[in-house]
């Protein structure tokens, strides 16, 4: 069973930088592909980016140049730093964990990142 715990969250205003963690426990992270996902209020829960085990990075259209996801497999804890935030990026940001190539198995309970114009 894998835990995954998000922090970091908070208010900041459009154009500023922000930095969440997800700390894995239960099984090494090295061995986890790692998602970020974010669920605005009334709307469905949608894909921010992955890296996979290797390091491998991908990301969705709305986020690329913008965001970075990167992981310390010794810490246990993956990143989500958020750059030139926007107003439309305010949601609560879920870290996802898999050992598939597919499918997410483990969610945390998300971090709210809220963003003023």
């Known amino acids: 069973q894998v835990q995954l715990v998000e922090s970091g969250g908070g208010l900041v205003q459009a154009g500023a930088s922000l930095r969440v963690s997800c700390a894995a426990s239960?099984?090494?992270?090295?061995?986890?592909?790692m998602g970020w996902f974010r669920q605005a209020p009334g709307k469905e829960r949608e894909f921010v980016g992955k890296?996979?085990?290797?390091?491998?990075?991908s990301y969705a259209d709305s986020v690329k140049g913008r965001f970075t996801i990167s992981r310390d497999n010794a810490k246990g804890t993956v990143y989500l730093q958020m750059n030139s935030l926007k107003p439309e990026d305010t949601a609560a940001y879920y870290c996802?964990?898999?050992?598939?190539?597919?499918?997410?198995?483990?969610w945390g309970q998300g971090t709210q990142v809220t963003v003023s114009s």
């Open positions: 996802a964990a898999s050992q598939r190539i597919m499918g997410w198995d483990y």
């Open positions: 239960g099984r090494a992270l090295s061995s986890l592909h």
């Open positions: 890296i996979w085990s290797g390091g491998t990075t």
